[in-house]
């Protein structure tokens, strides 16, 4: 796949509740991580891709400029040219109808036959968008998942679950009986179908998650295929126990770096 055919989303218009912040400003993706912040990252790992474009959806921005610049001075830490590509900041003006319709506002913006999706709080010791990439197969939904090697990384309860079979996915959600993966907040998406998707979900349905997106795909008969990384490290930084982790984990001793950077 040439990656001009891709272009990149990023869903960052969750409200943080469980950092317990009283600053309704305070956005946990731009916590500092090394020289820059999650979010930097998350964006850099997607230029080391060979994404021209990515789009951020994000909520609150009350000077949409001085975010952008926020961002650019960040990534820039990275050793990233500006030049290099186009970052287009998406406001999400009700949040609380959850990431699903973040993603809907997303693909409505985007041209691009392929969307390279991320969640703004995970984050990877590898640049697993790349390898997503490599290992598309003309599938509607490629997911990348953890097939639970690495037990110690996260708390099972608060992940999203998937049974995967033959390489393609057949169930996924939080409270499911049985599952064999774990959801690592990363996918390859073909742009319209997905769009189809999500628009009908919208109309069903006032508030509706990324997983209810993917549920309904499935329904729907699209490919909605698992790709495993079992020896990447990976955290959702839901709250600041495991955002110390993730400092911790990523110290500038460490031999290892968000997204290989």
Known sequence: MRNRKIEGLILAAGCSRRFNSMDNAFKKYLLKVNNSNILSY?????IKTGIRK????ASKISNKSKYKQILLNSIGKL???????KLNIIENTTPKRENG?????????ISSEYTLLSMADHIFSENIFSQLVMNYHKYDILLATDPINL????KLEDATKIYGLN???TNIGKDIPEFNRLDMGAFLLR?????????????????????NVVLLAIESGLKVSYFDFPNVFWVDVDNSSIYHQLKEFFRESSNLHPFGL
């Open 79 to 85: 050793g990233f040219d500006f030049k290099n590509f």
């Open 151 to 154: 037990k110690d990384s996260y």
């Open 101 to 109: 319709y973040s993603l809907f506002l997303g693909l409505k913006a």
């Open 191 to 211: 742009t319209k179908v997905i769009r189809n998707i999500c628009q009908e979900k919208k109309l069903d349905t006032y508030k509706f998650g990324v997983t």
């Open 42 to 46: 998350i964006i850099g790992g997607m």
């Open 167 to 169: 390489s393609f996915i």
């Open 54 to 57: 990515i789009n951020i959806i």
